[in-house]
């Protein structure tokens, strides 16, 4: 089975930084986009940033110029840096990870367990 194990949450001042990491391990045949989606109280969870196995990347206005995903494809992990911290920017941050468990097959979604980012003076 596929696993993702997602770190670096915490309480932050604004104006702070974190770094989230999530791992992604089993018998992954091949992966093709990591992302991570964020969900406040009372919101709709929503996509934060992306990045395909090409390398392009994709984030939400909010985050644009603030927000940094990367990728490092030999330990199948992907790194979500955040800079210039808001207030409401707090929520639960989940890892996604889309990806074929073999050759040929359908892709499928997989989740992390999510990490809380709450940023508060």
């Known amino acids: 089975q596929v696993q993702l194990v997602e770190s670096g949450g915490g309480l932050v001042q604004p104006g702070g930084s974190l770094r989230l990491s999530c791992v992604a391990s089993?018998?992954?045949?091949?992966?093709?986009?990591m992302g991570w989606y964020r969900q406040a109280p009372g919101k709709e969870r929503e996509l934060v940033a992306a990045?395909?196995?090409?390398?392009?990347?994709n984030y939400a206005d909010s985050v644009t110029g603030r927000f940094t995903i990367s990728r490092d494809y030999v330990k199948n992990t992907v790194y979500l840096q955040m800079n210039s911290l808001k207030p409401e920017d707090t929520a639960v941050y989940y890892c996604?990870?889309?990806?074929?468990?073999?050759?040929?097959?359908?892709?499928?979604?997989?989740w992390g367990q999510g990490t809380q980012v709450t940023v508060s003076s």
């Open positions: 089993g018998r992954i045949f091949s992966i093709v986009v």
């Open positions: 990045i395909t196995s090409g390398g392009s990347t």
């Open positions: 996604n990870v889309r990806l074929r468990l073999t050759y040929g097959s359908s892709w499928l979604d997989y």
